[in-house]
């Protein structure tokens, strides 16, 4: 069978890793090494050797696994792997056949529904792919159903296939489960030493390992990134947790979404605009946000972020841009520093534009706190991935002074949420006190 493929070095090591002993296997490291391509062409394997097999790859969400691995990764990795096998997917129920009727099943944690759907199955093998966005408890929900016996002939010697459980990520902060049973060999629950601990094997791939195969320019993209954004997406390694951060990237990775909904009730452009001008100045913060119903509770989603440095003028048209590219409903802008200047300088480029000016109150809690408590139940999602305002959020820590894009994104979720002033106690039971104060839908 010809092949296109032709493993690295790095590759062939964790190739070993994955047909070795081990029952739980991660492979942890930067963007775009190669580690889901990897799973897949060993799932593929396990699909093909054992008649009748049942696999799983799950993703927290499924429209992520739809368009990461069924329509890029596992077509890719069949045509360049095993170009003669044959195989079709059932769009319906969402699985692959190969083989000997083998079936690679392909299903999202997001939605109770499917999930018990995937879940009335036993399988040989479970692949969690992007582990950031998976919590314990559904990891050990998905643990239950690694139970299918199937049989494998081997050198002419028939054999039950051993059970395996494969996980990938770009390392979140090392709070998260996986740090804990991987990397620590602790019980994440309990902090007790594992049992079994060589059971749990991982090893780290990355970007460089993997540089054959992207663009020339792309390690010398990720290396533009902020550092802490270089840990995790360029260099593979698990960040270190800020004390006291307001957000985390374990919450804004579980709620993210690949496209924003069609139908938004209202979008906002909001200003954080840099307290002095000149070759010093800061960024202005500009951040597109919107809002919508779902299940009956109100949701926002941070849409873009067009934060530049520059003067007045020109981030004023920036905002200006960035209004007319969303069909936003309001311009908002924190006017502590600018006053009426903002104003002025807005509707200079566009009369018709419609504005709010926003001031940051004194004596009440920090204006950021309810907005993190959003993020923490689920309400707010970002469209893709924001580097530069997801970095100052996860490093922010009340007391300091708030970064620029971080204080945009919180302008325009106030304004959309209509977040009331709250105290302490109230943001800590925002579900309940918070939720029954404003039109929280």
């Given amino acids: 069978m010809p092949t296109s493929f032709s493993p690295n070095l790095k590759q062939q090591q964790a190739t070993a890793l994955l047909s070795s002993s081990a029952q739980h296997i991660l492979l942890y490291g930067g963007s775009r090494s190669g580690k889901t391509f990897l799973f897949m062409r060993a799932i593929a394997i396990r699909a093909m050797l054992a008649p009748n097999s049942r696999h799983a790859a799950l993703r927290y969400r499924f429209n992520h696994i739809k368009a990461s691995i069924i329509k890029d990764t596992f077509p890719k990795m069949m045509r360049l792997c095993f170009p003669d096998v044959k195989y ?71 054999t039950t296939m051993r059970l395996k459980m494969y996980y990938d990520c770009n390392p979140p902060p090392k709070s998260h489960w996986s740090y804990k049973l991987f990397i620590k060999k602790v019980d994440p629950t309990t902090n007790l030493k594992l049992k079994n601990p060589e059971l749990y094997a991982s090893l780290q791939v990355n970007p460089a390992d993997n540089v054959e195969n992207l663009p020339p320019t792309y390690l010398a993209t990720l290396a533009e990134l902020p550092r802490r954004m270089q840990d995790r997406f360029l260099r593979g ?11 985390s990237t374990e919450v804004i990775d579980k709620h993210r979404v690949d496209e924003a909904p069609t139908d938004l009730m209202r979008v906002v452009v909001a200003i954080d605009p840099p307290a002095t001008s000149g070759e010093e100045a800061a960024e202005c913060g500009i951040i597109v946000a919107g809002t919508k119903m779902v ?20 981030w004023a048209k920036q905002a200006i841009q960035a209004y007319r590219d969303h069909s936003a409903d309001r311009i908002v802008a924190e006017v502590n520093n600018g006053g009426e200047m903002i104003e002025a300088l807005l509707q200079h480029v566009d009369p018709t534009v419609s504005y709010k000016a926003v001031r940051a109150s004194r004596g009440k809690i920090t204006r950021a706190e309810p907005i993190s408590a959003l993020y923490d139940n689920g ?31 919180v302008w325009a979720l106030t304004d959309l949420f209509d977040v009331p002033s709250v105290s302490m106690d109230d943001a800590m039971v925002f579900g309940e006190s918070v939720m029954a104060k404003g039109p929280w839908g």
């Fill in 88 to 158: 079709k997917i059932d769009h319906s129920d969402w699985y692959a056949e190969l083989g000997d009727q083998s079936q690679i099943w392909f299903g999202g944690l997001d939605e109770k529904e499917r999930t018990e759907k995937i879940l009335g199955q036993e399988y040989a093998t479970i692949f969690l792919n992007e582990i950031s966005q998976i919590d314990f408890e559904a990891r050990n929900l998905a643990l239950t159903r690694l139970a299918q016996n199937c049989s494998v002939e081997l050198d002419g010697i028939k």
């Fill in 237 to 247: 390694e698990y960040v270190e947790v800020v004390d006291g951060a307001l957000w």
């Fill in 295 to 314: 299940d009956g509770k109100k949701h926002g989603y941070v849409l873009a972020d067009y934060s530049m440095k520059g003067k007045p003028d020109q």
């Fill in 379 to 409: 309400l707010v999602h970002h469209v893709g991935q924001f580097v530069d305002l997801e970095d100052q959020q996860c490093t922010y820590v009340p007391g300091q002074t708030s970064p620029d894009r971080m204080d945009a994104g």
